[in-house]
């Protein structure tokens, strides 16, 4: 490997298994140190190979005359700010060329849109003669293509529409305050079939100028199964000599690889809103059955089959995806009920897990990994899985009211008793409202590529779950990224009371509350319980009904105060600290009428169990009696009264410890 700018920085795309366990300790150290103060298990390491271990990799190629380099961006140390693209790049390495590459060439969750992204940047920046003093040159190169002036970059809208030439600015920008440019003749870290595929397509981009003509960007995907995809992005369109001079391409890889080191092939060309395909756009991973001899891919002793879309998420590291599907399904044996699985991506997780689960629910916002999730689990014939097509953010607001959408026409929510949740989201982990949604979970197996977003998320959920099980991945050997996986469940006090109360929200939820449009006006004097508009609570959740948390709390203040005012029960009081008996009952029922969980105190039954003379049928009535006192005195319409009796019904049990 030699460097244009200099001896290029220890660490560029080069192995040092020497310093592999050194490296791998210092990163479980960090882990460890992000969950100080919570009881954590034996935390599992799962160690990559120390070579060849990923499955793809993407480079700008540098054209000088009728040469070709394949390059990547490192930072520069002097203004290597962590901002902008680099910042969103996926769960990838930084010292790899999917990270550290700025803007067009930084690889996101779906690497479609930005290799599409990347194809327009880099055409639009190329149309510009005036920004380009050699247009064959990577458009976005700092030396080679001054920063764009702003008359330029006027013309540069005109002429092809302001994201684009925003997209090229931004790339110009971002490369030229943060990254060197290092060229690349080996790469170790990538498989042994994409290290071959360099050598040869750099020869083949020299030697054939139709191949080679404003290319500036070249991916590689490879699986364990010995298929590859080579996609070049070029700055130009492509026509049918190109496709020809692809084909050829194609043939002459194929025949120099030989059959045992890669049995598929195929080339993708890109140029700004274009795709071309020599043969296919996607290649098939597959995991042996146990007892072939393969090095890694095992799951759960049967073989499955992945299609792998070009552009849309993969695992990098195939070997250590191996290790992650075995720990997965081996955490989930014996669950219980379905799953709900958010992020699924092409279903490389949702397909060995659905053994364990009566039902799975998959939810995957990308089109391009959807289609390859209902490809991949129509092959491996898994017939339990209901997938859809949506955002988390999307899912959690039609969980939250069980409601309907037409993605998830056929999903019948009082059939399922969803206790499992699944997630493998991108490094920014779970957004606010997924957040939350863990806690209606008995068990959730949270897999993430940013320890920091994963252990900020938990942090929710430390009161009402403890950590069962964690295992750290080490899909990114040589840099600062881990992979972990850890397994929360329902702290056994807190399984106790909401039993009965989560079966209680997951009917008032799917309640048709249309009636309330026809509710009585109600008196001003309880304007606190009344919601705004009648329009706006239609499908509301009986505690938005209710008036909210502010409202739970004003209704149990009169509520306590006909309590002490009951002979019946008031005798049960005498010694209880009623602000924070308010304050706890308040909490529950805010999470009992479907609100946030901020209940800290004992289950049902503990918080009963010591009253003397014991609690019978008549006490829990005069309490039922109260509570529904105080909702007419409030003007709550007859029909929320009953659904919120029916949450209170549930806990009848566990407070008569019957
Ligand atoms: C780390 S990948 C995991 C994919 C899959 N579990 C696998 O192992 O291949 C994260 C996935 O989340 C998807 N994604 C990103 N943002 C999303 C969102 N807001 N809602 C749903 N899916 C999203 C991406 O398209 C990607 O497929």
């Keep these: 490997m030699a460097g244009e700018t200099g001896p290029p920085e220890a660490g560029t795309g080069q ?12 990163k479980l150290a960090h882990v460890r140190e992000l969950f100080a103060g919570q009881q954590l298990p034996e935390i599992e390491v799962f160690r990559s190979s120390p070579e060849h271990f990923r499955m793809r990799t993407e480079f700008r190629v540098w054209l000088q005359q009728d040469e070709a380099y394949y390059v990547m961006f ?16 996926d769960e990838a ?22 290799t599409a992204a990347a194809a327009d ?43 684009a030439a925003k997209a090229a600015a931004a790339a110009d920008d971002a490369k ?20 071959e595929l360099m050598v040869l397509l750099r020869k083949e981009l020299i030697a054939h100028p139709v191949l080679r003509d404003k290319v500036f960007q070249a991916n590689f995907h490879s699986t364990l199964s010995k298929q590859a995809m080579v996609t070049l992005v070029y700055r130009r369109p492509l026509d049918d000599v190109w496709q020809e001079a692809a084909r050829a391409l194609r043939s002459r890889l194929l025949k120099a690889l030989g059959p045992e080191a890669c049995s598929q092939l195929h080339i993708v060309g890109r140029s700004r809103k274009q795709k071309l395909c020599v043969d296919a756009d996607h290649v098939f991973e597959r995991m042996e059955v146990a007892g072939r001899s393969y090095e890694y891919m095992q799951v759960a ?22 290790h992650m599907l075995n720990w997965a399904v081996e955490s989930t044996k014996g669950s219980s009920g379905d799953l709900l699985e958010l992020y699924c991506g092409n279903g490389n997780f949702t397909i060995p897990l659905a053994q364990n689960f009566k039902q799975v629910v998959a939810t995957e916002v990308s089109k391009a990994s959807v289609a390859a999730a209902r490809h991949n689990i129509a092959a491996n014939a898994a017939d339990n899985i209901f997938l859809a097509r949506m955002s988390s953010e999307e899912f959690t607001e039609t969980w939250k009211v069980k409601g309907t959408r037409n993605r998830l026409a056929g999903l019948d ?7 499992t949740l699944f997630v493998d989201p991108p490094r920014a982990g779970l957004d606010p409202a997924t957040e939350q949604m863990l806690q209606d979970f008995e068990q959730v197996v949270y897999i993430s590529c940013n320890p920091e977003t994963l252990a900020k998320n938990l942090r929710s959920v430390a009161h009402s779950h403890d950590i069962v099980r964690m295992a750290v991945f080490d899909q990114f050997p040589y840099t600062e990224h881990i992979e972990a996986g850890v397994v929360i469940r329902r702290k056994p006090s807190a399984a106790a009371q909401f039993t009965g109360i989560n079966q209680a929200r997951t009917m008032l939820a799917s309640m048709r509350t249309s009636r309330l449009a026809a509710a009585p006006a109600r008196p001003n004097r309880v304007a606190i319980l009344v919601p705004k508009a009648a329009a706006e609570v239609k ?30 029960i008031k005798h049960y009081f005498e010694s209880t600290d009623m602000v924070k008996q308010r304050a706890h009952q308040a909490a529950f029922m805010t999470y009992a009428f479907g609100g946030e969980n901020k209940y800290a105190g004992k289950d049902m039954a503990a918080a009963h169990r010591h009253l003397i003379p014991h609690l019978t049928e008549e006490h829990f009535n005069a309490v039922v009696d109260n509570f529904v006192a105080t909702l007419q005195e409030l003007g709550v319409p007859q029909e929320d009264i009953d659904d919120a009796c029916a949450v209170v019904a549930t806990t009848k049990d566990a407070v008569l410890a019957e």
């Design 74 to 89: 490192e930072k520069n140390e002097r203004n290597g700010s962590d901002d902008g693209a680099a910042g969103q790049a």
């Design 121 to 163: 940047a880099g055409a639009a920046a190329a149309a510009d003669e005036g920004a380009a003093s050699d247009a064959s040159q990577p458009a976005a190169d700092a030396e080679q293509q001054p920063k764009l002036s702003s008359k330029q970059r006027r013309k540069l809208q005109r002429k092809r529409g302001k994201k």
């Design 539 to 568: 499908q509301a959740p009986l505690l938005q009904r209710l008036g909210g948390p502010d409202a739970i709390k004003a209704a149990v203040d009169i509520f306590y105060g006909k309590v002490l005012a009951d002979d019946r």
């Design 176 to 195: 030229t305050r943060r990254f060197n440019r290092v060229r690349i003749d080996e790469f170790p870290v990538a498989s042994q079939l994409i290290c």
């Design 301 to 322: 002793g049967r073989s499955y089959e992945y299609m792998q879309v070009e552009g849309a998420f993969s695992q990098p590291n195939g070997g250590v995806c191996q």
């Design 15 to 26: 192995v040092f298994p020497e310093q592999y366990d050194q490296q791998l300790q210092a």
């Design 413 to 419: 929510w009082e059939q399922l008793s969803l206790d």
């Design 93 to 114: 390495q930084p010292i790899s060329s999917d990270t550290e590459q700025p803007a067009a060439a930084a690889a996101t969750e779906d690497n479609t849109e930005t």
